[in-house]
């Protein structure tokens, strides 16, 4: 799925090809090369509209470099010192002993000042990275469907985002500081063992790199293998035991204590087995670096002794050459591991750059105007529409909302009363007909204008972590104290969070769960008031809640829709008695239409509705 060729607004991307799962995006992503996730993350690193950007990226470098032609210095340094006490030679620095000893910590002082003063500079260009990074895939996923929210793991797409945001800083990290770094030291060190000594040097040094690489990136392939199918054993025990604690009782029910250890055990087999074999993997790992590097060390090392013994190298040339090969296996060391965290990186980026590259389904058309609300007439024009193609939710509905009117729209579970509302909002795209607001296709305006028109009371107020106060302001940016209690007067829940202690600033809990189900259904109420939308939506905003706090409920909706086209989606028919119509929607089409009296009279669908209501009341 490509975003280069997205779809406008009248051309809905059909639903059998959208959304991707989250496993068609773990496939596109390893599809992905690593240099073409690189080249996505480039912009970040060297952006065109900000020059003091590459200007911190430029100085990072410089350091970088410096320090580490400090840190190929420093083993020169060493040798001289090493002369100068064995009287043999000719120092690189005209310095006694003690000079070149001095000098010694100062170059190592300066090396690790320089690396330091190399992070402090790049810090701020990698978090803005991230930053922005984090940002644009926060509002990209705020920009996709319903259709993509309802199908994906909220979870799963928190995790993307964490994951994909920690692969590019451990990237910018390990790649530019630890990767370049070393590569760039083999360089250096290279040149100066060719130069100081001769070709034979160079072979030996290169050769065992070499080795080194290839066999530590082939073992570490294979662990992670060995590594995954460890990491899938735990996942399964840990799931049997959290399966069997949390089904305690039925445990006890049937006597299977015996029977869940034995499952647990069984898993835990697995994984122990798995385990074994990733720490010999281990151990074989580190064995085989270490033999190549002792083999490499050894090599260069007789090969200086034989120099100091034919006179043409002196003790500090031998010490020089063990100094530099000590100093390449620092961060060789930690190869193995680094090589398995930037693919895992990679691996994490290219999910997320994934998820980027998903268009939305429902986008405005070009240079779209704002819808202009003149008195927020609602028109349901021959509407067709199905969440998938092989079946058809709505099938040719005309329904036509007056400004000021209140409608209601009921019909049994499936007819397709709710996919109204979403197609309203335009959550969805209609697939035939129209759906207009003053003679404006909702297709044709843009989202904002549209949304900013419409309130909305669902059948679960879902409220954020915070305080009441924050959840009413949450209707309209900026608003005032006077504002928020006027709206709460409205819904008739004021004098409820008066008497409480904290008043306003009382805390709700995570999705409002320290309220009851008619405090918080009051609470999104006083959020639409606030709102002030010229058209109100009430999809089923009581049908959750008792029959005492409905009616009670009822009241505070009838001052919210006074002055408003009201579009109400009801299960329970008498809340709809008094509307100025109601619509009877069955398998997708509109079946009767009437106020509350002439459909009874008519002893058609509403009547049989209405009865059988009534009687599981009685």
């Known amino acids: 799925?490509?975003?280069?060729?997205?779809?406008?607004?009248?051309?809905?991307?059909?639903?059998?090809?959208?959304?991707?799962?989250?496993?068609?995006?773990?496939?596109?992503?390893?599809?992905?090369?690593?240099?073409?996730?690189?080249?996505?993350?480039?912009?970040?690193?060297?952006?065109?509209?900000?020059?003091?950007?590459?200007?911190?990226?430029?100085?990072?470098?410089?350091?970088?470099?410096?320090?580490?032609?400090?840190?190929?210095?420093?083993?020169?340094?060493?040798?001289?010192?090493?002369?100068?006490?064995?009287?043999?030679?000719?120092?690189?620095?005209?310095?006694?002993?003690?000079?070149?000893?001095?000098?010694?910590?100062?170059?190592?002082?300066?090396?690790?000042?320089?690396?330091?003063?190399?992070?402090?500079?790049?810090?701020?260009?990698?978090?803005?990275?991230?930053?922005?990074?984090?940002?644009?895939?926060?509002?990209?996923?705020?920009?996709?469907?319903?259709?993509?929210?309802?199908?994906?793991?909220?979870?799963?797409?928190?995790?993307?985002?964490?994951?994909?945001?920690?692969?590019?800083?451990?990237?910018?990290?390990?790649?530019?500081?630890?990767?370049?770094?070393?590569?760039?030291?083999?360089?250096?060190?290279?040149?100066?063992?060719?130069?100081?000594?001769?070709?034979?040097?160079?072979?030996?040094?290169?050769?065992?790199?070499?080795?080194?690489?290839?066999?530590?990136?082939?073992?570490?392939?294979?662990?992670?293998?060995?590594?995954?199918?460890?990491?899938?054993?735990?996942?399964?025990?840990?799931?049997?035991?959290?399966?069997?604690?949390?089904?305690?009782?039925?445990?006890?029910?049937?006597?299977?204590?015996?029977?869940?250890?034995?499952?647990?055990?069984?898993?835990?087999?697995?994984?122990?087995?798995?385990?074994?074999?990733?720490?010999?993997?281990?151990?074989?790992?580190?064995?085989?670096?270490?033999?190549?590097?002792t083999c490499g060390l050894v090599g260069v090392m007789i090969l200086a002794a034989i120099g100091v013994q034919n006179g043409d190298l002196t003790v500090g040339d031998f010490v020089m050459v063990n100094a530099y090969m000590v100093q390449l296996t620092v961060p060789l060391n930690f190869l193995g591991t680094v090589y398995r965290e930037i693919r895992q990186a990679l691996v994490d980026m290219g999910q997320m750059f994934t998820l980027l590259d998903q268009p939305a389904e429902i986008s405005d058309k070009p240079d779209a105007p704002a819808l202009q609300v003149s008195g927020g007439r609602v028109t349901l024009d021959n509407v067709r529409f199905g969440y998938d193609n092989d079946r058809e939710i709505l099938k040719g509905v005309s329904i036509e909302a007056a400004p000021g009117e209140m409608v209601a729209i009921v019909g049994s579970t499936g007819s397709g009363k709710s996919t109204i509302g979403r197609l309203l909002f335009r959550f969805y795209d209609v697939q035939g007909g129209a759906l207009r607001v003053d003679g404006q296709d909702v297709r044709d305006v843009t989202q904002d204008s549209l949304h900013r028109a419409i309130g909305v009371v669902p059948q679960d107020t879902v409220l954020f972590n915070d305080t009441i106060g924050y959840n009413i302001a949450y209707g309209r940016d900026n608003a005032t104290q006077e504002d928020i209690e006027a709206a709460a007067r409205s819904a008739q829940i004021h004098d409820f969070i008066q008497r409480l202690p904290l008043g306003y600033d009382t805390a709700v809990g995570e999705r409002g769960l320290k309220l009851s189900g008619g405090e918080k259904q009051r609470v999104g109420i006083a959020r639409t008031l606030l709102k002030d939308p010229p058209i109100l939506l009430l999809d089923e905003a009581t049908s959750a809640l008792d029959s005492e706090t409905e009616h009670e409920i009822q009241d505070a909706l009838r001052q919210a829709g006074k002055g408003r086209t009201v579009l109400t989606i009801a299960h329970r028919l008498s809340t709809v008695a008094e509307a100025d119509r109601i619509v009877v929607l069955e398998q997708g089409e509109v079946v009767e239409q009437g106020t509350h009296d002439d459909l009874l009279a008519r002893n058609g669908r509403y009547a049989q509705l209405w009865q059988r209501q009534q009687s599981e009341g009685e």
Not at 36 to 49: E, G, H, S, T
Not at 225 to 250: G, H, V
Not at 270 to 285: V, W
């Open 1 to 293: 799925m490509s975003a280069d060729s997205p779809r406008t607004a009248s051309q809905p991307k059909p639903a059998t090809q959208y959304p991707m799962t989250e496993e068609e995006i773990a496939q596109a992503a390893e599809r992905q090369s690593n240099l073409l996730v690189l080249r996505k993350v480039a912009p970040y690193l060297w952006p065109d509209d900000m020059p003091w950007v590459k200007k911190r990226v430029v100085w990072a470098l410089i350091f970088l470099v410096v320090s580490k032609l400090i840190s190929v210095v420093i083993p020169v340094i060493y040798k001289d010192a090493v002369d100068a006490l064995a009287n043999e030679g000719v120092p690189f620095l005209a310095l006694g002993a003690v000079g070149l000893t001095i000098a010694y910590g100062m170059a190592r002082a300066m090396n690790v000042g320089f690396q330091q003063l190399r992070d402090a500079v790049f810090a701020r260009v990698g978090q803005r990275a991230l930053r922005m990074l984090a940002l644009e895939t926060f509002e990209h996923i705020h920009k996709l469907s319903m259709r993509y929210h309802i199908t994906r793991k909220t979870g799963g797409l928190s995790r993307i985002i964490e994951r994909g945001v920690k692969g590019v800083e451990f990237l910018l990290r390990f790649l530019l500081f630890s990767i370049g770094p070393l590569i760039l030291e083999l360089l250096l060190v290279g040149i100066i063992l060719t130069v100081l000594f001769d070709a034979w040097y160079l072979l030996i040094v290169t050769v065992t790199i070499g080795l080194y690489v290839w066999f530590t990136f082939a073992v570490t392939e294979w662990r992670v293998k060995l590594r995954r199918q460890m990491n899938d054993r735990d996942t399964d025990a840990n799931q049997k035991a959290i399966d069997s604690l949390l089904n305690y009782e039925t445990v006890k029910y049937f006597v299977a204590e015996q029977r869940e250890a034995q499952r647990y055990d069984a898993a835990m087999a697995g994984y122990e087995e798995a385990a074994i074999k990733t720490n010999y993997s281990l151990a074989f790992l580190n064995f085989g670096q270490s033999l190549l590097i």
